[in-house]
T-cell receptor
Framework: DSGVTQTPKHLITATGQRVTLRCSPR?????VYWYQQSLDQGLQFLIQ???????AKGNILERFSAQQFPDLHSELNLSSLELGDSALYFC????????????FGSGTRLTVV | GENVEQHPSTLSVQEGDSAVIKCTYS??????FPWYKQELGKRPQLIID?????GEKKDQRIAVTLNKTAKHFSLHITETQPEDSAVYFC?????????FGAGTRLTVKP
């Protein structure tokens, strides 16, 4: 167990639908990062939150949004889903008071049918 | 922003041989360089890292080298084993940001 918790582990939904992925960071970590990994692809950075505020944005579609709550958990909302959104979605957390590597959650596998 | 390039994209070696993966980065402010191993369907896991004030670091069969002047760093795996087969990602990081290379799929043939 890495200390970063992602739910659900698997999600199957139809095109056009909306889903919410949840991430609880490791205790003490203020920063949460979301990544998308399509089949056999690399880690595409979507968005970063730090202590409730959006810190950086990557290649995140307008149909996607995220937020970080006061208890530091984060949610990634994916709407108007398309077949191409099928992927593994990873959340990672990190302390920003020192420069260390990410701790990744186990991911949510989203399948859009 | 940071741009990290990783080569090769695929690498196949015989068991017992060495494997080398190379990365270059663009942001001179990057000062931390982790490497992650990802097995199929699983989360990336940190296997070794190096900071900018160090030129080389070793952990058993794994070593990483860093050339800050040239802005490149490398992962070396010696005496490879079938269980080393996975996708390896390099990353370059500042305190505020971390960017990943595209990954290298390493296959170790028995």
């Amino acid at each position: 167990d890495s200390g970063v918790t992602q739910t659900p582990k698997h999600l199957i939904t139809a095109t056009g639908q909306r889903v919410t992925l949840r991430c609880s960071p490791r205790s003490g970590d203020l920063s949460v990062y979301w990544y998308q990994q399509s089949l056999d692809q690399g880690l595409q950075f979507l968005i970063q939150y730090y202590n409730g505020e959006e810190r950086a944005k990557g290649n995140i579609l307008e149909r996607f949004s995220a937020q970080q709550f006061p208890d530091l958990h984060s949610e990634l909302n994916l709407s108007s889903l398309e077949l191409g959104d099928s992927a593994l979605y990873f959340c990672a957390s990190r302390r920003l008071d020192s420069n260390y590597g990410y701790t990744f959650g186990s991911g949510t596998r989203l399948t859009v049918v | 922003g940071e741009n990290v390039e990783q080569h090769p994209s695929t690498l196949s070696v015989q068991e017992g041989d060495s494997a080398v993966i190379k990365c270059t980065y663009s942001d001179s402010a990057s000062n931390y360089f982790p490497w992650y191993k990802q097995e199929l369907g699983k989360r990336p896991q940190l296997i070794i890292d190096i900071r900018s004030n160090v030129g080389e670091k070793k952990d058993q069969r794994i070593a990483v080298t860093l050339n800050k002047t040239a802005k490149h760093f490398s992962l070396h795996i010696t005496e490879t084993q079938p269980e080393d087969s996975a996708v390896y990602f390099c990353a370059a990081s500042t305190v505020n940001d971390m960017r990943f290379g595209a990954g290298t799929r390493l296959t170790v043939k028995p």
